[in-house]
């Protein structure tokens, strides 16, 4: 049985009704065309029939050798795993093989196939729903987590005997939208870019990664729609605007016509603005850099074309995201030269920041799981890279081998203490010296700076610029950490307030202390291509922006109408109000000013999706 079923309405069964439902706007684009529902393990579509008496025998075999198979997979993840010093996924790895040779449940599938004539499939998944419901009663929350590792041995069983591949994604076999409760960024590595239409997810954020990521693969996505994997099934035909966050199930012929009107006039008004095409005030180059945040995996072609002038953010993170192991030193060094060689094409002070690998919080390995409370608070990022020196090591060998092929820079996300900024710095040198001496060419001059999206370095930003050649803000998660809101939770997205007062202070806060130390300031969360929150920045003289390549263009055309003098006068009663205004309030005269300087941003507006 293969689950491209889960694009066919079951025979039998009526299509959804129509229905439009309202989340969150996460990556602009309008797409259209059958759901592909992902539900994890039950995306699989498990086959039950009555096996004769003759068969029985042979269906217990078939049974064992699937736990043969089973067993096999997960002690060669955990061989892969064992050096990990925290021994987290070891550990999760080796709870999966207790409960693969747990009597209990591999009796109780036996006893299925031997006594009711269950097939494998029905038998494990009726054993493993058992062990699902007896955990979920539990009060401990550790013990209620098992009901994971049961979903990942079923889901891995089941795939063995269904011989349907890794990865659920690997069945889709034309356009689908995909709808998901939620997506991991490890999954979303693993789609079929070119079958996939868009995705609307129940849960998550618009800073969530896997809705960053969708913006950098031009994928259009709402996300935070609370139950739409309730509202439709498989095969239904669903419209999702990824600007105004709605998403249509078997929208009617009215509703269908609109939204394909929507979607011609969008892309005739794209075409006018990298053309040129939209008035402004004045043609000149807007006051800020515009520079691009990419990932491996991206193809570097287009960025001159969108008018990108450096590459401002390149997480490398999803070098690990998209395998289960980390990257060696050869790969790492091939995948950063190629981006070093794309930036030294793109003009006059180009070059491309590394940030060194930021793992941990929604940001895991395939298979990874790491078990802590608030992962957001946790071992995430820098403080992951300095307890795992070896991998930081490598890293920061390869990034030095790929400086030699293009202007580089490095920098470290999460830093908190000066003394995370000098250990960072001290396994730089130490990354220099061993490459001196094995003869291997790098920039020595290398720019190395930080990423300020925590606010003990906002707070403390004097200090952190003695230290550092450059900062670049990461809002999204200054915003979470500011708020003490998590980035991918939709339930608390209403204090999720890039606007919000105190972020703006601690943006000043930085950029008056990079000022003094005369190093130089860039914002590179998604407010970043948020044109009203730009001017902000640009106001309180932050020098780059860096954004999904594909905002360049339109984020351009807004902040041309914007001479520096203005977007500092702005920022300057901003400040004045000081913590009175509400977020809302700060945004709304910032959207007021834009819109006094280019009347179009009305008619823009679906280019743009709030950061
Ligand atoms: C940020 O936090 O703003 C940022 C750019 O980093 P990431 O979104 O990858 O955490
Ligand atoms: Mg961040």
Redesign the pocket.
Known sequence: MSESANTDVPPGRAASATVSVSGLATSRGFAAGPVFLYSKNSALTVPEYVLPESDVESEVGRFRSALAETRRQIEELSAKFKSDADGITADVLANHLLLLDDPMVVSAVERRIRDEHMNAEAAIRRTTDDFRAMFAKMKDSYLRERQRDVDDIESRMLRVLLDCGESAFDHITSPVVVVADDLTPSETVTFPRELILGFATNRGST?S?AA?LARALGIPAVVGLGDITSRVQAGDYVQLDGSTGIVTVNPDEQSRATFDRHAKSEQELLARIEKGDVSAKDAASPSVRLCA?VQPGVSFADLSSYGAQGIG?Y?SEYLWLGGDADPNEEEQTAAYSEAAKAAAKLGAGARVVFRVL?LG?DKLQRGQRIHELNPFLGNRSIRYLLSHREVFHVQLRAILRASACGPSAVMY?MIATLEELREANAELSSAMESLRADGIPFDEKIPRGM?V?VPSAALNADAFAKESDFFSI?????VQYTMAADRANERVSYLYQPANPAVVKLVDMTVRAARAAGIPVAV???SASDPVLGVLWMGLGVAELSMSASYIPPIKKVLQAVSADDARALAERVLGYGPFQSAAEIYMECRKFVLSKIPEFEEMQSFFTAG
């Open positions: 800073t990664h960053l945040n953010l997480r930021d919080g996300p990423m999206e990461g809002t999204n998660d200054l590179c969360g998604e």
